[in-house]
């Protein structure tokens, strides 16, 4: 018997594949799950030995009943369980699929989620395998945006053989079109049509005020960007070319190389550059000197310009026949 679900109240007793019981409650079950209802509609016989307590043999092994029953009961009885690894995630989305338990069904799509972004996995490709499998599309679109950055393929992951060939298909699909979702982010300068929308075009304010109380102006470089105003609009700015070169580096290192560098890498990079001894581009004496306000610009920017990114991301297409049928491709 197990040692948590052993309740000599308990009306009947679910037997694993592997040789343990355990007493469960049938109003806990068929609260959680329509298929254990109707499944518990019908007379369950006694089995020798226990002539008061039905046995019911389950294809589960001890571990899958454990997961199922704690889900089942209430918080009260015991804490919903800590999917923290991948044979978890699945045995709980083949549970909830079997047994159409909602609560655990999105338990499990949150724990792949969580396992798709996490830096110390980089198993992206194996969530998206199943994540398309079990139709999760939170988790297909997590896995999908996660496989822009840098991972290690894993090649041989059983998971790749419980789904389509197509689904490797779409996400190539979806990688590709991340660099050209990008492409209009660049076009502000030389064209009014992809006007910069992402940030307001009086960034350079807060520098520009310090300079008028200094008494000093700043000598960079121009660059001539068309940015639409308060979203209504286009107007020609110009702006500090240290400024574009930071926008434009960081956009360009994304769309050449979706899958070399994270946003946050080309960020960095980005970032360290313009503050080196010997910047790629041409910073006057004052923004140099000026390094509070101007570390805050860029602040602002990264800020700005990682919600567009995103925003581009989420808006590509993902070819699976699940995403197109709830309206969320």
């Given at each position: 018997?197990?040692?948590?679900?052993?309740?000599?109240?308990?009306?009947?007793?679910?037997?694993?594949?592997?040789?343990?019981?355990?007493?469960?409650h049938k109003l806990m079950l068929e609260l959680a799950s329509h298929v254990f209802r109707d499944m518990l509609s019908?007379?369950?016989?006694?089995?020798?030995?226990?002539?008061?307590?039905?046995?019911?043999?389950?294809?589960?092994?001890?571990?899958?009943?454990?997961?199922?029953?704690?889900?089942?009961?209430?918080?009260?009885?015991?804490?919903?369980?800590?999917?923290?690894?991948?044979?978890?995630?699945?045995?709980?989305?083949?549970?909830?699929?079997?047994?159409?338990?909602?609560?655990?069904?999105?338990?499990?799509?949150?724990?792949?989620?969580?396992?798709?972004?996490?830096?110390?996995?980089?198993?992206?490709?194996?969530?998206?395998?199943?994540?398309?499998?079990?139709?999760?599309?939170?988790?297909?679109?997590?896995?999908?945006?996660?496989?822009?950055?840098?991972?290690?393929?894993?090649?041989?992951?059983?998971?790749?053989?419980?789904?389509?060939a197509t689904s490797s298909i779409a996400l190539r699909h979806y990688q590709r079109q991340a660099g050209r979702v990008?492409?209009?982010?660049?076009?502000?300068?030389?064209?009014?049509?992809?006007?910069?929308?992402?940030?307001?075009?009086?960034?350079?304010?807060?520098?520009?005020?310090?300079?008028?109380?200094?008494?000093?102006?700043?000598?960079?470089?121009?660059?001539?960007?068309?940015?639409?105003?308060?979203?209504?609009?286009?107007?020609?700015?110009?702006?500090?070319?240290?400024?574009?070169?930071?926008?434009?580096?960081?956009?360009?290192?994304?769309?050449?190389?979706?899958?070399?560098?994270?946003?946050?890498?080309?960020?960095?990079?980005?970032?360290?550059?313009?503050?080196?001894?010997?910047?790629?581009?041409?910073?006057?004496?004052?923004?140099?000197?000026?390094?509070?306000?101007?570390?805050?610009?860029?602040?602002?920017?990264?800020?700005?310009?990682?919600?567009?990114?995103?925003?581009?991301?989420?808006?590509?297409?993902?070819?699976?026949?699940?995403?197109?049928?709830?309206?969320?491709?």
């Amino acid at each position: 018997m197990d040692e948590q679900f052993n309740a000599p109240s308990a009306e009947f007793a679910l037997e694993s594949s592997d040789g343990v019981c355990f007493a469960v409650h049938k109003l806990m079950l068929e609260l959680a799950s329509h298929v254990f209802r109707d499944m518990l509609s019908f007379p369950q016989p006694a089995t020798a030995g226990s002539p008061s307590r039905p046995v019911i043999s389950m294809s589960e092994d001890a571990q899958s009943l454990r997961i199922l029953l704690r889900f089942c009961y209430p918080r009260t009885f015991c804490p919903e369980p800590a999917l923290v690894g991948l044979d978890d995630i699945k045995r709980a989305a083949t549970l909830a699929q079997k047994y159409a338990i909602e609560l655990m069904r999105d338990a499990a799509e949150r724990a792949l989620i969580s396992f798709a972004e996490d830096p110390r996995v980089q198993q992206p490709d194996v969530a998206y395998a199943v994540a398309w499998r079990y139709e999760y599309p939170d988790a297909l679109r997590a896995a999908a945006r996660r496989s822009l950055e840098p991972f290690s393929v894993s090649l041989h992951a059983p998971e790749f053989e419980d789904v389509p060939a197509t689904s490797s298909i779409a996400l190539r699909h979806y990688q590709r079109q991340a660099g050209r979702v990008l492409q209009s982010l660049l076009d502000a300068p030389a064209d009014k049509a992809y006007p910069v929308t992402w940030i307001q075009h009086n960034l350079f304010a807060v520098m520009d005020s310090a300079n008028v109380r200094d008494n000093v102006r700043c000598s960079c470089e121009q660059k001539k960007i068309w940015f639409l105003s308060f979203g209504l609009v286009q107007v020609m700015q110009r702006i500090r070319s240290w400024w574009w070169f930071f926008v434009h580096s960081v956009v360009s290192s994304l769309k050449h190389n979706p899958t070399r560098y994270s946003l946050d890498d080309a960020f960095s990079l980005q970032f360290e550059a313009l503050f080196s001894p010997r910047p790629p581009t041409n910073i006057c004496p004052q923004c140099t000197k000026d390094v509070r306000n101007m570390e805050r610009v860029l602040e602002e920017t990264k800020r700005c310009l990682r919600v567009e990114i995103e925003r581009r991301f989420a808006q590509i297409p993902l070819e699976a026949p699940f995403m197109k049928a709830i309206g969320k491709t």
